[in-house]
């Protein structure tokens, strides 16, 4: 085969792979495990572009090299199928979510398959197939079926807690539950109802059913996160989005924030990903305060930190939400105050935290008596203050705190300092006189100032201490069709779980996929949406699971994928064990991430799994930016500038599709075939060409930016593709593509092809001893490879490679012994290429049933030595010796230089200083 003939090559072992099942993961106690894993992808109706494959080749590139390394690899894919994009455009077009979800399927698998990837396909799993939620509901039942006990600091079967209950009442039960959990004898839970026990129950299970204030948006018909939430608008769509209190399902995830926070610990993640999820849990300590409203039943509970400021405290602040807000307005305030509340509570939770400088309130006209002195202070709403943390209320002490600070200098409130001998640092000065504490308080100047504290509201039964933490229990239900139907019917207005052998639950067929005309979710459209038992048909749960479902468990699935009797075989999960890798965006740090280690937790809980944490190592990979082309307009015409030019005329630049430029030059013809209105475009030429501007932006359509990997394939190939994003830059960096630099990478290949033919393009191997230079500019790439993947520095790595293939087509290197190896080196990278050229070279089967070579550092020793010879001082003459020559052996051979010879003019040196492997200095 005289020509590196890219397409066929590519072609043939992709269907070699297919066809064997090369990469087929199975459990072999003989060989150590490595799991490769890549966050799995939604497959939207656009497919891939260049940026998305990043990870993907990385983890690739790992997992090849683990398998020549002698590991069990499982490097599994699948598909995040369900979400709200399919279901929007069911909604738009009355096709059902699955036919387009299976498109996009199909399409994404069409163009993984051609880069190349060493995926067991076997193994691929899709969220939205029954065989798969199957499990997801099952996880879901027993997580109804399950509190958390905090003296076992596990989870545990709801029906021991029942046992206790029956025996002894709640008194002695220290487990996770609502705050307004009341106590209760055995006798009196003996005595309660069936309902009522269910309605107790629900307030100890891990996934319970409460009113909880939500992201509305009735456009959509459907709750969203905080994160499809900007400014108040949905990010899909931007439609209006308000706040508002609606009967929800909650998972417990509160119930294992400890075990989350001390889990961190242990991770080989990147600390500023570690830190996001310590930020996002928030662990607090401090106390509950209560404050009496004056004039009033009404309590204000909040949770401070810092009760030894209470004598700074000047006024108490709300959440816009808050039930408790709306009934403090008096008539005097009601109008601004509900005008106020209006606005305040619809922003996002989200927005509301991150906006630092938007100062606003308002007065409810209401006042609370400090617990501590007696004194009247004055009660606001503030929209800083969130509902979901602690009690939705805050004690403000504008001298310690910014936002307190910031919010009482806007509207002109009173500010004390409290000097207790530890607030110095961090104060915030402000007007008002120095608050000196006296009496009891004396003991908030000791070093356990918030201990004696917080005994004397216990005492006095004001307060209490506790353990706070900033993360809220995980909603877990949206209003929609396209998800996980829930596993439970409703009986007198209580929940029930359905039969397991009634799972997988199968989502039914609507006529629409839109909520119904009274604002129930799409699901209730459904015919017979009911659940038949012995005591009748009862109506099943209309909400469908979030899209976090399915994929806070999906790795433990990779494993035994086709199970049809439980989730995973437990010896098959115990041999995979953690993920070693897992490659993905931060962006899910505090979403994904958080819930998939909770879900572990819990199935580590039941038994059913034995690890506690599901990813071992993770990297987060950049994101690789579109570099966006453009050409110039000159105003009122249909004639363009080249950019060289474009200040000679009053032009504006306008995106062109990069897809029709090529080295910043517009093919002209493809540029008037782009739109109808450019078909008679004119040109200003410079040099005869015209150079298009350009500028790194983020990759989309409206940019016009967006490459195919497609295209970048049927024009390069595949393994050209995988080389140029790991030559980009460091994988964690954010970096531009440019089309215009993979020449270089697609010439290299060529190259590397080229050392193993002659020019006639016949294979040419020679089963020689190769040269000293040969082994060591193998060796020396090598060492690379094994030190960067170590470090995961993959663009290096692609650097070495043309290093070394540059360093032995300089010494026209032919040898078997040294072009093997070669083709083992590349092999991770250029998968394609290396099994074409294994093949060439005699060799049956896969290069990945192979092993990697053994780096020896031999070739790298220097064997000679050019020694600088110093006359007087002056570098006169570079001698080349063996390293083995003794200092005798290299004066003679120095005193023997003709060079050297001729600068001494026959005179002897007075002084002769040799360092071996350094210098020669002779002194005259």
């Not at 490769?36 to 998305?52: I, W």
């Not at 437990?570 to 931060?586: E, F, M, N, P």
């Not at 290299?748 to 393009?761: D, E, I, P, T």
Request: charged share 25%.
């Amino acid at each position: 085969m005289a020509e590196y003939t890219f397409k066929e090559i590519e072609k043939k072992w992709q269907a070699y792979w297919e066809k064997n099942q090369t990469f087929l993961a199975k459990v072999n106690p003989d060989k150590p495990k490595f799991y490769s894993l890549d966050m799995f992808p939604y497959p939207s109706g656009a497919g891939l572009h260049v940026g998305h494959p990043l990870g993907y080749i990385a983890s690739d590139i790992v997992s090849r090299f683990k398998k020549l390394k002698g590991f069990n690899v499982l490097h599994p894919m699948g598909y995040d199928s369900f979400g709200l994009p399919a279901e929007q455009y069911a909604i738009q077009t009355g096709q059902h979510p699955a036919i387009t979800t299976e498109q996009n399927i199909t399409r994404y698998t069409e163009q993984l398959k051609n880069i190349g990837f060493a995926f067991d396909w076997s193994k691929e799993v899709r969220t939205s197939n029954p065989d798969y939620y199957k499990w997801t509901q099952w996880i879901f039942m027993q997580l109804f079926n399950s509190y958390y006990d905090q003296d076992a600091d596990k989870a545990l079967s709801i029906d021991s807690l029942i046992e206790r209950f029956e025996k002894e009442g709640n008194s002695t039960v220290k487990a996770v539950c609502d705050e307004d959990t009341e106590k209760f004898s055995a006798a009196d839970w003996n005595a309660f109802s069936e309902k009522e026990k269910q309605e107790t129950l629900l307030k100890y299970r891990l996934t319970f059913l409460a009113e909880t204030t939500v992201n509305w948006c009735s456009a959509l018909g459907t709750v969203l996160s905080n994160d499809e939430v900007k400014e108040g608008f949905s990010e899909r769509g931007g439609h209006p989005v308000e706040r508002k209190k609606m009967m929800q399902w909650s998972m417990r995830i509160t119930a294992y924030a400890d075990r989350l926070l001390k889990g961190l610990d242990k991770l080989d993640w990147s600390e500023p990903v570690k830190e996001m999820q310590r930020n996002w849990i928030g662990k607090s300590i401090g106390a509950d305060v209560v404050f009496q409203v004056k004039d009033s039943e009404q309590t204000i509970k909040v949770f401070t930190t810092r009760v030894d400021t209470i004598y700074g405290v000047t006024y108490l602040a709300l959440a816009p939400e808050s039930d408790l807000a709306a009934a403090l307005i008096t008539e005097d305030q009601r109008a601004k105050a509900e005008a106020y509340i209006e606005v305040a509570k619809n922003r996002s939770e989200r927005e509301r935290m991150s906006d630092v400088k938007t100062i606003s309130g308002a007065f409810t006209g209401s006042y609370a008596i400090n617990p501590f002195n007696g004194e009247e202070i004055q009660v606001w709403v503030a929209d800083y203050v969130l509902a979901g943390y602690g009690t939705g209320a805050v004690m403000a002490v504008p001298a310690h705190d910014e936002r307190d600070y910031n919010f009482a200098k806007h509207f002109d409130l009173e500010i004390r300092q409290v000097i207790d001998g530890s607030m110095e640092e961090g104060s915030f000065p402000g007007k008002g006189g120095l608050i000196i504490n006296s009496g009891f308080i004396s003991n908030l100047y000791m070093k356990d100032a918030m201990t004696k504290a917080i005994e004397f509201l216990e005492e006095k039964g004001i307060g209490k201490g506790k353990i706070q933490y900033r993360m809220r229990d995980a909603i877990f239900t949206r209003q929609r069709y396209w998800g996980e139907p829930l596993p439970v019917y409703f009986k007198e207005g209580l929940p029930y779980l359905i039969e397991e052998k009634d799972l997988p639950l199968v989502l039914p067929e609507v006529d629409k996929y839109l909520p119904t005309e009274d604002g129930e979710p799409p699901l209730a459209r459904a015919k017979d949406w009911n659940y038949k038992t012995s005591d009748g048909e009862f109506p099943l749960e209309r909400s469908t699971m979030p899209g976090w479902a399915g994929s806070s468990w999906y790795f433990f699935r990779y494993m035994d994928p086709k199970n049809e009797t439980e989730f995973a075989d437990k010896t098959i999960t115990d041999y995979w064990g953690a993920v070693d890798l897992y490659i993905g965006g931060s962006e899910h740090a505090t979403g994904h991430l958080l819930y998939s280690r909770f879900w572990t937790k819990f199935l580590y809980d039941l038994g059913v799994v034995s690890i506690d944490e599901p990813f071992q190592k993770m990297i987060n990979q950049g994101m690789i930016q579109g570099r966006s082309n453009f050409v110039y307009r000159v105003k009122g015409t249909n004639k363009f500038v080249s950019y060289g030019l474009k200040e000679q005329h009053d032009a504006f630049a306008m995106h062109v599709d990069v897809n029709i430029v090529y080295n910043d030059q517009l093919n002209l013809e493809k540029f008037k075939a782009w739109r109808p209105d450019l078909a008679d475009a004119e040109f200003i030429l410079e040099d005869g060409k015209y150079i298009c501007g350009s500028e790194v932006e983020k990759m989309s359509k409206s940019k016009y930016n967006v490459v195919n990997p497609d295209d970048i394939i049927e024009r390069y190939g595949a393994d050209t593709l995988r080389l140029y994003e790991m030559f980009l830059g460091p994988l964690e960096q954010f970096k531009p593509w440019n089309t215009n630099g993979i020449d270089g990478v697609y010439k290299f290949l060529r190259k590397l092809w080229n050392l193993y033919h002659s020019n006639a393009g016949e294979l040419q191997i020679s089963d020689a001893e190769p040269s000293k230079e040969e082994y060591k500019a193998l060796h020396k790439a090598l060492k690379k490879m094994e030190d960067d993947m170590t470090n995961f520095s993959f663009n290096t790595s692609v650097s070495s490679f043309m290093i070394c293939v540059n360093e032995l087509s300089a010494l026209k290197s032919n040898k078997r012994a040294i072009l093997e190896p070669l083709a083992l080196l590349v092999s991770p990278y250029a998968p394609h290429i290396a099994e074409e050229l294994w093949s060439l070279l005699g060799h049956e089967g896969s290069i990945t049933e192979s092993s990697f070579p053994v780096f020896d550092e031999s070739h790298l020793k220097e064997s000679a030595f050019e020694y600088p010879v110093m006359i007087n001082g002056k570098m006169r003459v570079k001698i080349n010796l063996d390293l083995s020559l003794t200092k005798d052996q290299i004066q003679e051979a120095a005193l023997s230089d003709e060079t050297v010879m001729k600068w001494l003019e026959g005179k002897a040196p007075k002084k002769i200083i040799i360092v071996p492997g350094k210098i020669v200095n002779l002194v005259v």
